[in-house]
């Protein structure tokens, strides 16, 4: 098979994500536009909870290029199960050929992001887990930047020990087979990247895989990323 088999999902929850959702979804459109000829993708935007204008501006912002709906869950791990069943189920080939490519609203990918995930499938991967960049240390102490790049483990071959929802790749059986996305409130990430483990699947850990996500101190989901970039303003008090 070629890469032209291929179906690339791309699943974002939000939650009140109105300043910061345009920004994300241009970056999944380049990346989208960066796929070769013959791969096939999609957009899936999981409003949660949105008290904002975030499902308005993803249905305006995507228009026949994916789907946007609203939950009322309050739990990212459910938001995230329904942007898959949402995506597998406008999708028609099979399943073994189809990616579902995870990130989050507060999130921008870079232009390879779809490349890289695609190349890895083609390479047997059946889960990558990718790193994540700060875009901005405004809301925290001085130090708290050069804490966080000294915290945060990337190993001389570019394998990392890091799991973030916002950069997840599983291909479509994988992701069936291991029970999909649990309905929780946080460490749904960390969840799904387990039950893979437990079932043989063939993960990767890529630093080459990143995306940069919004350095705001209090997160959407509790004791999720953003809490773990607070606490290390805790550690200068």
Known sequence: MTKANWH????????????????????VQEARRRLPAGVTS?????????????????????????????????????????????????????????????????????????????????????????????????????????????????????THPHVHGANIGVRADSYLRAGGWMDLATAEDHDLWHRLQHQGERRLSDARLWVMTSGRRLGRAPVGFAAALAAHNEALA
């Open 42 to 158: 999609d957009v899936v935007v999981v409003s949660d909870r949105s008290v904002d204008g975030t499902l308005e501006l993803a249905k305006q912002l995507l228009g026949s290029d994916g789907v946007a709906l609203s939950t009322n869950a309050g739990q990212v791990g459910s938001a995230r199960a329904l942007a898959a069943k949402t995506a597998l189920r406008r999708y028609r080939g099979p399943q073994q050929r189809c990616w579902l490519a995870n990130t989050d609203a507060d999130c921008a990918v870079p232009p390879d992001w779809l490349l890289r995930q695609l190349e890895a499938a083609e390479g047997g991967a059946t889960a990558i887990a990718g790193i994540v960049g700060v875009d901005s240390f405004a809301e925290h102490g001085p130090e708290v930047e050069d804490r966080f790049r000294a915290s945060y483990c990337i190993h001389a071959d570019g």
């Open 8 to 27: 690339m999902a791309v699943l974002i929850p939000a939650r009140d994500e109105e300043a910061l959702l345009g920004r994300c979804l241009q970056s």
